[in-house]
């Protein structure tokens, strides 16, 4: 009764909750990298160069500052979606992997002792 009740779990309920985590998963790093955010706000000022107010900037000045500002934030937020995206089709991969093997566990140890048995010439 006992190997009935783990096999029902195992495609029954054990498949649901792999899913369901595999859900969960996807959802943390999608919160995680923003991706949408990040494309919305991709050509923004990364982080304006604060001075003090008396401090007189020419055109030039406040034009090169705007440049690189806008330069680096655009860098810095397209790596982050680049490595976001490269993530997120290794969390696919990794999930589909999963769910092909999934099925096959349960009999992996009976699989391993006829190996041994053929191999080893009991």
């Given at each position: ?116 048995v053929l191999n080893f010439g009991f």
């Amino acid at each position: 009764m006992f190997w009935v009740d783990l096999l029902g779990w195992w495609y029954g309920a054990g498949l649901k909750d792999l899913s369901i985590k595999f859900n969960a998963l996807f959802s943390s790093t999608s919160d995680f990298f923003s991706i949408s955010l990040l494309a919305k706000n991709l050509f923004q000022p990364y982080r304006q160069t604060l001075t003090v107010s008396n401090y007189k900037r020419t055109f030039g000045e406040k034009i090169t500052d705007a440049l690189v500002s806008r330069t680096v934030g655009f860098l810095v937020r397209l790596f982050l979606i680049l490595f976001g995206g490269i993530t997120f089709v290794l969390e696919i991969f990794a999930m589909v992997l999963t769910f092909i093997v999934w099925p096959f566990i349960p009999f992996a140890p009976l699989v391993l002792i006829g190996l041994s048995v053929l191999n080893f010439g009991f």
